[in-house]
T-cell receptor
Framework: AQSVTQPDIHITVSEGASLELRCNYS??????LFWYVQSPGQGLQLLLKYFSGDTLVQGIKGFEAEFKRSQSSFNLRKPSVHWSDAAEYFC?????????FGKGTRLHILP | GAVVSQHPSWVICKSGTSVKIECRSLDFQATTMFWYRQFPKQSLMLMATSNEGSKATYEQGVEKDKFLINHASLTLSTLTVTSAHPEDSSFYIC?????????????FGPGTRLTVL
């Protein structure tokens, strides 16, 4: 069955530190992959997406993600987090127009 | 980028009443819209796929008579929660599929918080 897994429910990092949020996918064929961010009371905002081509994808707000087929992973990274990055992050996969979301990772930022 | 709105942003209703939630694509035509629900501290679960001018396709376990979906135009889809009960309280999110680019992208609305008393 198709699935997207985010193994970390919570991640805490200090402001200014680097960040990596993990995402693994399980699909018959490579899906389109996305990272979304949801702030409290807000809708989903697309950070970046991967369809094909260059496996390192640049997104908004200084985020990037790397697609690794051999590891079925699409991890999100940021070199230096800001307090405003505290939010819920969802990895998602899309085949045939149906988006499947991971369970999300809550990012906490320490001052 | 493309904008999707939802109305209302939050609603409180009594048990047994029906509630209608609107999802609009403001600056593009959406042939397909999707409805999700999100329980507190959980992920989004797809409820149904709505195609303009045709019946919605519901995911397994979603009661189509409970959650009525109408996609009457290329910019509007509605979700009606009929005879709402407290267990229907949730965050409902819609998305609209645009084919403005070669690669399709779904744009999400801000969500509607439904509380059933």
């Amino acid at each position: 069955a198709q699935s997207v897994t985010q193994p970390d429910i919570h991640i805490t990092v200090s402001e200014g530190a680097s960040l990596e949020l993990r995402c693994n996918y399980s699909y018959g064929a490579t899906p389109y992959l996305f990272w979304y961010v949801q702030s409290p009371g807000q809708g989903l905002q697309l950070l970046l997406k991967y369809f094909s081509g260059d496996t390192l994808v640049q997104g908004i707000k200084g985020f990037e993600a790397e697609f690794k087929r051999s590891q079925s992973s699409f991890n999100l990274r940021k070199p230096s987090v800001h307090w405003s990055d505290a939010a819920e992050y969802f990895c998602a996969g899309n085949r045939d127009d149906k988006i499947i979301f991971g369970k999300g990772t809550r990012l906490h930022i320490l001052p | 980028g493309a904008v999707v709105s939802q109305h209302p942003s939050w609603v409180i209703c009594k048990s047994g009443t029906s509630v209608k939630i609107e999802c609009r694509s403001l600056d593009f035509q959406a042939t397909t819209m999707f409805w999700y629900r999100q329980f507190p501290k959980q992920s989004l679960m797809l409820m149904a796929t709505s195609n303009e001018g045709s019946k919605a396709t519901y995911e397994q376990g979603v009661e189509k008579d409970k959650f009525l979906i109408n996609h009457a135009s290329l910019t509007l889809s509605t979700l009606t929660v009929t005879s709402a009960h407290p267990e229907d309280s949730s965050f409902y999110i819609c998305s609209a599929l645009t084919r403005l680019a070669v690669t399709d992208t779904q744009y999400f609305g801000p969500g509607t918080r439904l509380t059933v008393l």
